[in-house]
Nanobody, 120 residues
Framework: QVQLVESGGGLVQPGGSLRLSCAAS????????MSWYRQAPGKERELVAD????????NYADSVKGRFTMSRDYAKNTVYLQMNSLKPEDTAVYYC?????????????WGQGTQVTVSS
């Protein structure tokens, strides 16, 4: 049974930092591309960042480049999103996503989300 459990969200002031975690289980973590998405109220879900199965490439939305860093820990089957210089427009529910992009294709699988609120 695939499980993705996000944690680390909360309330932070503008300019502050948070680190989100996503603990994965129920699948071969090292063979999946992992992603972070977010959804703000009244807006569509959007891709924030993703990292390849081998961690040899990461991709970021233009709105977070230079502020967010995504990484993965194979020993812990966990991905992280380090968020610095947070802005009010980063306020959203952040979701972890897993997808196998080589044969046999699997997913996408989603976590339940964690709320991030950036406000003074």
């Amino acid at each position: 049974q695939v499980q993705l459990v996000e944690s680390g969200g909360g309330l932070v002031q503008p300019g502050g930092s948070l680190r989100l975690s996503c603990a994965a289980s129920g699948f071969t973590f090292s063979t999946y591309t992992m992603s972070w998405y977010r959804q703000a109220p009244g807006k569509e879900r959007e891709l924030v960042a993703d990292i390849t199965s081998a961690a040899d490439s990461t991709n970021y939305a233009d709105s977070v480049k230079g502020r967010f860093t995504m990484s993965r820990d194979y020993a812990k089957n966990t991905v992280y999103l380090q968020m610095n210089s947070l802005k009010p427009e980063d306020t959203a529910v952040y979701y972890c996503n897993a997808r196998r992009r080589t044969w046999p294709l699997r997913g996408p699988y989603w976590g339940q989300g964690t709320q991030v609120t950036v406000s003074s």
